[in-house]
């Protein structure tokens, strides 16, 4: 559902994956998997979006895209952060990793699209005007993360409270 969720239309940057990222950091005991899950669900996806959806800007099939490995690093380094963030899960700890896992993604991918780019200068000021053009960008990644933690989140914790065998789980 969470891949299908990125297909549907929606703010951008507004997705689930970083989410997903801190839901297994809190939750998964096999830690790779929590890493490993939010990271396929993104590569399926963009499987879609870039062959389907996004047909028209690109010459063949595309496997991944150009600059894929810092939104996928980032990924996975918001799960990495969730496993310190995360070690008691409270409403304020998710909404705390939430809001940096948005704070992270903000970061490294603006700055990932700043060197060697002609729309920026090559110095503090390119990065900084990088840095701006970037924030209509991250109001959907805040809203994303947020919402989607709630979903998550909340949606485990109220199937335990009223399914009785998944506490046993």
Not at 34 to 43: D, E, N, R, S, Y
Not at 97 to 126: E, R, V
Not at 132 to 159: C, D, H, M, R, W
Request: include cysteine.
């Amino acid at each position: 559902m969470a891949a299908f969720s990125r297909m549907i239309p929606h703010p951008m940057n507004f997705a689930p994956i970083g989410a997903m990222g801190l839901f297994g950091a809190a939750y998964f005991s096999r830690k790779w998997l929590a890493v490993l899950l939010p990271l396929v669900t993104l590569w399926l996806s963009d499987l879609v979006i870039n062959n389907l959806v996004m047909a028209g800007y690109y010459n063949e099939f595309t496997w991944f895209y150009e600059g894929w490995y810092w939104v996928y690093g980032t990924t996975a380094l918001i799960t990495f952060t969730g496993f310190f963030t995360l070690r008691k899960v409270e409403f304020s700890s998710v909404i705390g990793s939430s809001l940096l896992a948005s704070a992270i993604f903000f970061l490294a991918t603006n700055f990932a699209c700043w060197p060697g780019n002609a729309m920026y200068s090559q110095d503090f000021s390119g990065l900084m005007a990088c840095y701006a053009a970037g924030i209509p960008f991250f109001q959907g990644t805040l809203a994303g993360n947020i919402f989607y933690s709630i979903v998550l989140f909340g949606g485990y914790e109220l199937a335990n409270a009223k399914i009785p065998f998944l506490k046993s789980a």
